[in-house]
């Protein structure tokens, strides 16, 4: 178990932050929906069913979904884009997929390789692409989650306000539905830009994230 | 060789679960 505990504490550790903080949010998120429910002379609802309620869910996939085309970004722009200097960056001449060898496919395969590390053909692509694939997916169906949540709490909205409710594709082309993205995606491009920056000329020692603390500014990707 | 599996699945339990949950909970107005 400590075994366990120690050669998974990064994945253990993030996850009991989310556990923490998606308790938290939907406690604040309930009391307040329900202060917004009693302002309109409506009745209170209880924190389970708040769990499955439109509002949670649009709070929550909001911002699943930049997170994870924030990821899917990152991952794509790295294989071509350089920033000299910087630890989020690849050396400058390894823009690119890379050959065979520096990848470790094909005939350079290594014994514990990945099995389709070594075969040739669609799955071997399907593999050598797979994490971002798999984030570009986790995007594209947490947007729609977001979607389909905020515009239920949209139509909810509206017939509040005695205006006609929506069809979905309609929804999809309001300023509310863009608004919501478009302010969760700036933030995530200027701290992924941030990071790329940043790492040219500070240092955190121990982190891989980091150069090490003695490594020149201009020099690229020195621990990625 | 310790098994490095167990974390991976939880992290896609735990996102699969939610995606299709919340997107059944919007497609049927909860």
Known sequence: ?224 | MAPVRTMFVLYVVVIVTGLVFYSAVGILHK
Do not use: C
């Open chain 1, 1 to 224: 178990v400590r075994r366990f505990l120690r050669e998974n504490s990064l994945s253990i550790f993030f996850g009991i932050l989310f556990l923490a903080s998606i308790v938290a949010q939907s406690i604040a998120g309930w009391k307040d929906f329900n202060e917004e429910l009693l302002a309109h002379d409506d009745a209170p609802i209880t924190y389970g069913r708040y769990l499955y309620s439109s509002e949670f869910g649009a709070a929550l996939m909001e911002n699943w979904q930049s997170e994870f085309l924030q990821f899917f970004f990152y991952i794509a722009a790295t294989i071509w884009f350089l920033q000299k200097g910087s630890n989020e960056s690849k050396k400058l001449n390894e823009a690119g997929l890379e050959s065979d060898e520096q990848q470790r496919v094909g005939k350079w395969a290594g014994q514990s390789s990945p099995k389709l590390a070594r075969s040739k053909g669609f799955l071997h692509s399907l593999y050598a692409n797979s994490l971002l694939l798999v984030m570009g997916t986790i995007f594209l169906a947490s947007w729609f989650a977001e979607s389909v949540t905020a515009w239920t709490v949209f139509n909810a909205d509206q017939l509040d306000h005695e205006e006609s409710a929506v069809g979905w594709s309609k929804y999809l082309t309001t300023p509310d539905f863009w608004e919501k993205s478009l302010q969760n995606w700036q933030s995530e491009f200027l701290a992924v830009g941030t990071m790329a920056v940043f790492t040219i000329y500070l240092r955190q020692r121990g982190s891989p994230e980091s150069k090490p603390v003695g490594a020149p500014h201009d020099e690229t990707g020195s621990s990625g």
